[in-house]
Nanobody, 126 residues
């Protein structure tokens, strides 16, 4: 079975840090582009970060220099390290796997993300 399961979402204060995990089953994350997306109430789903099979990464301008995407092939898990969190980062965060393996995109259609997790809630509030 192909499956992605996110975890690590929590309530955190502004300026704090959080690490999200995306555990994959049924395929190897090192063979596909992987991405993190988020959706806040009343907003469209937004691409946050992605990583290609070769290790190249892409970030939304809003999270650049604050978030870091990484991959642990031995654990078949993708991570999103989030630092200096802001209230605007509050959203449900989704992990996704692409059918592609190069030049990852933060656009859902262009990135060909075919497999999605159920999401994990991140709330940034004082």
């Amino acid at each position: 079975q192909l499956q992605l399961v996110e975890s690590g979402g929590a309530l955190v204060q502004p300026g704090g840090s959080l690490r999200l995990s995306c555990a994959a089953s049924g395929f190897s994350v090192d063979y596909k582009n992987m991405g993190w997306f988020r959706q806040a109430p009343g907003k469209e789903r937004e691409g946050v970060s992605c990583i290609s099979s070769g290790g190249s990464t892409n970030y939304a301008d809003s999270v650049k220099d604050r978030f870091t995407i990484s991959r642990d092939n031995a654990k078949n898990t993708v991570y999103l390290q989030m630092n200096s969190l802001k209230a605007d980062d509050t959203a449900v965060y989704y992990c996704a796997a692409s059918v592609l393996d190069t030049s990852c995109s933060l656009r859902v259609a262009a990135g060909a993300y075919a497999l999605w997790g159920q999401g994990t809630q991140v709330t940034v509030s004082s």
